[in-house]
């Protein structure tokens, strides 16, 4: 069987359904708070974003402001959807140790686990930029490619939840406070886990344990992931961070803050096709692998992965800030 034929095997579809199927390492925040996944056939995404009780927008690009249309109930942004593509070759050597192999189902079977380890590469990385874009989103930012900060929507009324070291405000008021707060924004309760900075979460743990909830069973610790329970809710210890368009790195959460984020359908991952002749015609796959190529001259043969998606959360207002004083 020459090299033509074998790569007929591994059409753009198969290829594909296993980067779709290939297990990757977890992420935390797009695993656990971007499960609506909202596929287009637009390269440009229209969002609806629910005004609330008192949302603002600051837009901090240039490019942001044209893109948006204000209506009396959200905000509507037409967004381009960023492209995420890697290529990734498999040499002439291991290709000419491939075709050595005498059996057709041999070289089938070699030239798949070849392809598999590349294809995870690729779900690897494309699966690490979909995170740090989620982070964003978890704070009322949308970050575009490259980093930068589109827009970032804030709150115009809603003051934040304080916890105070000194104990003179319960934990359970704190956690009434957050609930009130959900129920304004949201009509109804709905479940959520709230993300620590470091301090924030060391005075949480001391305060719960200076009110004997422990000893109460109204606290406990979850040891595989060492998050604290409190009163049914998970607060998690987060620290992450982005660059804003000076190119600084600045803290999504600061150590003392905390953000409360409801476990509901506002956090959604919008994309739309990959911009490559394999994907035309097809329907539109948050992650795309083209078939197998022969590159010129004999190097080898090259697959290229892509990723056109873009995390954003549609109800900013029901994102609850923490304040430790």
Do not use: W
């Not at 690897?124 to 740090?132: A, D, K, M, Q, W």
């Amino acid at each position: 069987m020459d090299l033509e034929q074998l790569l007929e095997l591994f059409s753009s579809t198969k290829i594909t359904e296993v980067i779709n199927q290939t297990k990757a390492s977890p992420r935390f925040v797009s695993d656990t708070f971007f499960k609506d996944k909202i596929p287009s056939l637009e390269s440009t995404v229209r969002v609806e974003i629910i005004k609330g009780a008192g949302i603002v927008l600051n837009s901090i690009s240039d490019n942001g402001e044209h893109s948006l249309e204000n209506t009396k109930d959200a905000y509507i942004l037409n967004i381009p959807l960023p492209r995420f593509a890697l290529a990734k070759r498999i040499s002439a050597s291991e290709i000419n140790s491939l075709r050595s192999l005498a059996l057709q189902e041999a070289q089938a079977k070699s030239l798949s686990g070849a392809l598999g380890v590349l294809v995870k590469e690729m779900k690897e990385s494309f699966n690490t930029t979909l995170e740090y874009m989620a982070n964003g989103a978890l704070f009322g930012k949308i970050l575009d490619g490259k980093g930068n900060v589109l827009f970032d929507f804030g709150s115009a009324s809603k003051k934040a939840v304080s916890v105070k070291k000194d104990g003179s405000v319960t934990l359970a008021s704190i956690c009434d406070a957050i609930d009130s707060a959900i129920i304004d924004e949201f009509g109804t309760s709905a479940d959520y886990e709230v993300l620590c900075g470091n301090e924030l979460f060391a005075a949480i743990s001391n305060l719960a344990l200076s009110e004997d909830l422990y000893k109460n069973h109204l606290a406990s610790r979850d040891e595989k992931d060492k998050s604290l329970i409190l009163y049914g809710t998970k607060y998690r210890r987060y620290s992450a961070k982005y660059k804003n368009t000076n190119g600084k790195s600045v803290d999504f959460l600061k150590g003392t803050e905390g953000m409360v984020v409801p476990k509901d359908n506002s956090n959604r991952i919008y994309y739309t096709r990959a911009n490559h002749t394999d994907a035309l015609g097809k329907a539109p796959s948050l992650m795309f692998v083209s078939k197998p190529e022969i590159l010129p001259r004999g190097a080898g043969i090259e697959i290229v992965g892509e990723m056109r998606a873009m995390p954003v959360c549609t109800k900013p207002n029901g994102l609850i800030k923490l304040v430790l004083e």
